[in-house]
């Protein structure tokens, strides 16, 4: 049994499928499917149970799926600790789309000028999934917002940030001096879609103040839950960062009056993962670039 062998397992596990796996690792099918069955020899027991068009693990593959991750975790924390300049390496960053374009290229550009022979590989997805790859050691940070659904990531707050009304420009509220929860409370809301979490932050701030927004669309990304609102389909509540993007006479955003909807966006990581010097530069950076531009 050797390491590459444990590789090709965990992708094959992953992905379900012999092709697929087959595909990201550079690897004929046959070539890979002789690889598993040799480890399966080695062990006894399949591994996978092989169906029509996918393959799922057997009870011994979910145990050997346990161990083998953690095999592969040891040996690669192993190989940064050796390697460790503070310098040089690869960093894994996620964090979720309706952070990602707003907050990282900059921070990015910062800090490969800073560190320009740092491997800065960028992942963007929703908080559950990120939350789970720090946890298994797939990513070294992400940045999200709370609430993070789960106890073993160490969580480090960054900063509030507001979230501001946006209206088409020809919306009656945009002459009020004034506008609170209550005046947009019959109003039909553009939202993201159930898998982002800032869905859930503007329901559940609303709802606490007995307000049930009306969703009448949804969308996937944050820009096209603008423009929806510009083509006067309903308003909503977008982050102070994608609003201060926003150079377009298309929308119009105005701050609630009386408690205004918030997030705190957080930056997470896996405390029992070897830290790197250059992970923590770049958590470092982080608090920098929050203070230079979110303070």
């Not at 894994?92 to 290229?105: S, V």
């Given at each position: ?6 590789a090709?397992?965990?992708c ?8 697929h ?15 598993i ?55 894994r ?73 946006v ?15 209550s005046?947009i ?19 559940s ?11 009448v ?79």
């Amino acid at each position: 049994m050797d390491m590459d062998q444990l590789a090709y397992f965990q992708c094959v596990a992953e992905t379900k499928n012999f092709t697929h796996a087959a595909e990201r690792l550079s690897l004929s099918q046959s070539a890979l499917s002789r690889a598993i069955q040799r480890l399966e020899d080695e062990v006894g027991q399949p591994l996978f149970e092989r169906k029509p068009r996918c393959v799922e693990l057997t009870d011994a593959g979910l145990i050997f799926q346990s161990r083998a991750e953690q095999i592969l975790l040891i040996v690669e924390d192993m190989k940064a600790e050796i390697c460790d300049d503070g310098q040089t390496g690869r960093l894994r960053i996620g964090a979720i789309p309706t952070i990602a374009p707003y907050f990282l290229p900059e921070l990015l550009r910062q800090f490969a000028d800073q560190f320009p022979n740092a491997n800065l590989i960028v992942q963007e997805d929703t908080t559950d999934n990120l939350v789970r790859r720090c946890k298994q050691g797939e990513l070294d940070v992400a940045i999200l917002a709370l609430p993070i659904p789960t106890k073993y990531v160490e969580i480090d707050n960054l900063f509030d940030e507001e979230l501001s009304l946006v209206m088409p420009p020809d919306h009656p509220l945009t002459k009020k001096k004034q506008i609170r929860l209550s005046d947009i409370q019959h109003e039909p809301f553009v939202l993201l879609n159930e898998a982002h979490c800032l869905s859930d932050n503007i329901v559940s701030f609303c709802r606490q103040r007995s307000v049930h927004p009306l969703a009448v669309e949804r969308a996937n990304q944050l820009a096209m839950v603008q423009e929806l609102v510009a083509l006067s389909h309903g308003v909503s509540l977008i982050p102070e960062m994608a609003k201060n993007l926003d150079q377009t006479d298309r929308r119009v955003y105005r701050s609630l009056s009386g408690a205004k909807p918030k997030r705190t966006v957080v930056a997470i990581w896996n405390p029992y993962r070897f830290q790197s010097q250059l992970l923590i530069r770049f958590r470092e950076a982080i608090h920098d670039y929050v203070s230079e531009h979110f303070s």
